[in-house]
């Protein structure tokens, strides 16, 4: 079995539940209400950029020149495929440039950019890479399955399309044969620690959606616990 195979062996269970979540359910009817759905989109352009700054840390300390090509050339794509999607949307949802700038970056949002950019710029090339892959595979599969699902004349197919395309597809192909390549000249030590911020990745893109969902800003001060809480894994 190869080393990506494993991560998803792995992440079953988790895989499985960001597929049935309420978010993706709706979007797939149709029938998620357009302001989470706007409020998803304005977090999710600002994470992009994020995203495109880790995936260029990346490429800077790739190997190979091969693996510094791929990593830009998804940066470039991320900023001008994705967040281009994401600019149509806004202008259709009437989200200003103004209105875009200052919206503060809700907490989910800032903790997976912080946690990408974090095990980039401080952990192994290999370590690094491989929180990046759930950005790619797991929008993918979600994709995929909306794009099965979804109703004719669904307000949301440029977004379903985007993700289920082949082009998409191509990208996350390429990245799951650069990241099999990368753990085999790994160490067991670095393979582990590649398994564990792939897990907390997948966990990132839950609590994102879990977040759009709910419209959530920032944890108050004066919030009760959350029973939801689940127990610390190393990272
Ligand atoms: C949060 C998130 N994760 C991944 C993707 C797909 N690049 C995205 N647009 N947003």
Sequence with gaps: MSFTQQLRRDTAQLRQQILDMP????LAAGTLPQEVFRGYIVQDAH???????ALAMAAAKAPDA??????????????????????EYMAQFGVSAEEYEATEISEACDHYVSFL???VAT???????TALLPCFWIYHEVGQKIAAEAVPGNRYQAWIDTYASEDFADGVQRMLELIDRTAAASSDAT?????????RSCWHEWHFWDSAYHMRGWLAPDAEPS?????AIAE
């Design 123 to 129: 952990d192994d090339f290999a370590v690094g890479l």
């Design 191 to 199: 393979r582990a620690r590649m398994q564990r911020s792939f897990a």
């Design 66 to 87: 091969d693996a510094v090509a791929q990593l830009a050339g998804s940066a470039i794509k991320a900023i001008s495929v994705e967040r281009g999607l994401h600019g």
């Design 47 to 53: 994470y992009l950029e994020g995203f495109a700054r």
């Design 23 to 26: 978010f993706n359910r709706d």
């Design 227 to 231: 029973a939801k809480r689940m127990p």
């Design 117 to 119: 950019l974090r095990m």
